[in-house]
């Protein structure tokens, strides 16, 4: 949903900083913006609650998420032959595509 607020909010932050500093500068600007997001999302966001250092045993009794590390296996053969993935795909490609 963000990608749309993004697409609108953009305009307003890149036409000035192009006007003052040139269209060169939007990119390393964004560029430095992505690194920086990157680090805070690897630092921020985990696969479990228990990998999260502030996230106490109670907590993770709490919300009874299951690890599942183990268990990282796709049986591709039987995905690719759904008919409802090969739908949300088709669906996915024409709403990216417009944009």
Request: glycine content about 8%; overall charge negative.
């Amino acid at each position: 949903m963000f990608m749309q607020i993004g697409g609108a909010i953009a305009p307003l932050v890149i036409v000035p900083i192009q006007m003052h500093y040139g269209w060169r500068t939007s990119f390393y600007v964004m560029g430095i913006a992505g690194v920086v997001w990157s680090f805070a999302w690897y630092w921020w966001y985990r696969d479990t609650p228990a990998e999260k250092a502030n996230v106490t045993p109670a907590e993770i009794a709490e919300s009874g998420v299951q690890s599942f590390a183990d268990n990282h296996t796709l049986p591709w053969g039987i995905a690719l032959r759904c008919a409802n993935l090969w739908a949300m795909l088709l669906v996915v490609f024409c709403y990216v595509y417009g944009l």
